[in-house]
């Protein structure tokens, strides 16, 4: 007997989908609710991103599906959420932080000194050479601050 549907519902399945019917759906949903396919940047959409990764998590895995039916959502959010501490380390990976990051410029990718934004510099050439691949030599300056002194 199943308590809850809520996650079958998610993927858009029937109850007694078969392994392979979950992994179809979950791909056709998450590519459609994918934040980066959505022209809103609004929380609902990593939310809802979220949520199917939720349902797939459960629905993909047999003791946590069986669990699921018995228990329900709610059960099984609690019992997935204390299992393990792993859950910890992978929370700065799920979509939802990783989105609003991304959403909010809040990228730290810069910050690390051995990494600069791309540099551009206009240089004329034809097509005929750009195509070919032919080498130019020029030059540019770089700031750089010594080690020794800081200056």
């Known amino acids: 007997m199943i308590k809850d549907s809520k996650l079958y519902d998610l993927l858009a399945v029937e109850p007694n989908a078969s392994e392979n019917e979950i992994i179809v759906a979950y791909y056709e949903m998450a590519e459609r609710h994918h934040p980066e396919n959505l022209k809103d940047d609004s929380h609902d959409s990593v939310s809802k991103f979220d949520e199917i990764k939720f349902a797939y998590d459960v629905l ?14 709610d059960a099984t959010k609690e019992k997935l959420d204390n299992q393990d501490d792993f859950t910890s380390c992978y929370d700065d990976f799920t979509s939802q932080n990783y989105y609003s990051n991304l959403t909010n410029n809040e990228c730290n990718y810069y910050q690390d000194p051995k990494y600069t934004k791309n540099l551009v510099f206009p240089l004329k050439t034809s097509l005929k050479d750009f ?3 032919k080498k130019k030599l020029f030059e540019y300056q770089v700031l750089v601050i010594c080690n020794d002194c800081d200056g």
């Open 60 to 73: 993909s895995n047999e003791e946590n599906r069986k669990f699921y039916d018995e228990n329900g959502y």
């Open 131 to 133: 195509y070919r691949g």
